[in-house]
T-cell receptor, first 113, second 115 residues
Framework: DQQVKQNSPSLSVQEGRISILNCDYTNSMFDYFLWYKKYPAEGPTFLISISSIKDKNEDGRFTVFLNKSAKHLSLHIVPSQPGDSAVYFC????????????FGGGTRLMVKP | ETGVTQTPRHLVMGMTNKKSLKCEQHLGHNAMYWYKQSAKKPLELMFVYSLEERVENNSVPSRFSPECPNSSHLFLHLHTLQPEDSALYLC??????????????FGPGTRLLVL
C-alpha cells in the first residue's frame, strides 16, 4: 500500500497561470516532505521542502503548502513557465526511520505556451 | 565532469547474464543510494551506503548485489534477473548520509530491459 500518493498522473496548464500539484499521505509519522522535479533522460532534482512543523514554505515561484490534518500537501507554481514542464515527485521522510525517502508516483506537468 | 553520472544509460540483458551498473559522484558526498523506478510505480529505495558501509537494505532480492569500493563509486551487480526487474535504476548521493532530509542529487539513471 502506497504511503505517499499523487492521484493526478498528469496536469496541463497555460503559461502564466498557476500550477497546483497535489500529494496525499497516509502515515502521520512523516515529519518532512520534499518535492523533486524530473526532466526526461535526467535524474530527479530537489525543488523545495517543508517541515511538518510548518504549513507553508516559499521559494521564488514555488510554494509548498502542508495540511497535516488532511495529510495533504501541494506545490504551487506561479506563474507557470514552459520550462516547468516535467514530472514532479513528492516524497516524505520520517525521523528515526533510517535514510528512507518514500516517493509518490509522480505527476507530469505540461505548461503550454 | 560534475554531479552524478551513471553508466551505461541503457542496458538490455538476458536472464542468465551478469552485468553491472556503475555510478560515480563528483560532489564529495559521503552517502550514495540505489533506487528503482518501475513503470507506473513510485521510486523505491534499494540500498544506502554511508562512508562506504551499507546502512540500509530495503528487502532487495539477492540477485541485486551492491558494491561501494569508495565514497565516490557505487556499483549494482546484476545476476539472473527476471523480466519484472526491467526498470529505471537511479543512483543518488548526499552530503553526509545522515538521513533522507538531506538533499539527494540524482544521476540520469540506467534503463534496464531484461529479456
Amino acid at each position: 500500500d502506497q504511503q505517499v500518493k499523487q492521484n493526478s498522473p498528469s496536469l496541463s496548464v497555460q503559461e502564466g497561470r498557476i500550477s497546483i500539484l497535489n500529494c496525499d499521505y497516509t502515515n502521520s509519522m512523516f515529519d518532512y516532505f520534499l518535492w523533486y522535479k524530473k526532466y526526461p533522460a535526467e535524474g530527479p532534482t530537489f525543488l523545495i521542502s517543508i517541515s511538518s512543523i510548518k504549513d507553508k514554505n516559499e521559494d521564488g515561484r514555488f510554494t509548498v503548502f502542508l495540511n497535516k490534518s488532511a495529510k495533504h500537501l501541494s506545490l504551487h507554481i506561479v506563474p507557470s513557465q514552459p520550462g516547468d514542464s516535467a514530472v514532479y515527485f513528492c516524497a516524505a521522510y520520517r525521523n528515526n526511520a533510517g535514510n528512507m525517502l518514500t516517493f509518490g508516483g509522480g505527476t507530469r506537468l505540461m505548461v503550454k505556451p | 565532469e560534475t554531479g552524478v553520472t551513471q553508466t551505461p544509460r541503457h542496458l538490455v540483458m538476458g536472464m542468465t547474464n551478469k552485468k553491472s551498473l556503475k555510478c560515480e559522484q563528483h560532489l564529495g558526498h559521503n552517502a550514495m543510494y540505489w533506487y528503482k523506478q518501475s513503470a507506473k510505480k513510485p521510486l523505491e529505495l534499494m540500498f544506502v551506503y554511508s562512508l562506504e558501509e551499507r546502512v540500509e537494505n530495503n528487502s532487495v532480492p539477492s540477485r541485486f548485489s551492491p558494491e561501494c569500493p569508495n565514497s565516490s563509486h557505487l556499483f549494482l551487480h546484476l545476476h539472473t534477473l527476471q523480466p519484472e526487474d526491467s526498470a529505471l535504476y537511479l543512483c543518488a548521493s548526499s552530503q553526509e548520509g545522515g538521513g533522507a532530509r538531506e538533499t539527494q542529487y540524482f544521476g540520469p539513471g540506467t534503463r534496464l530491459l531484461v529479456l
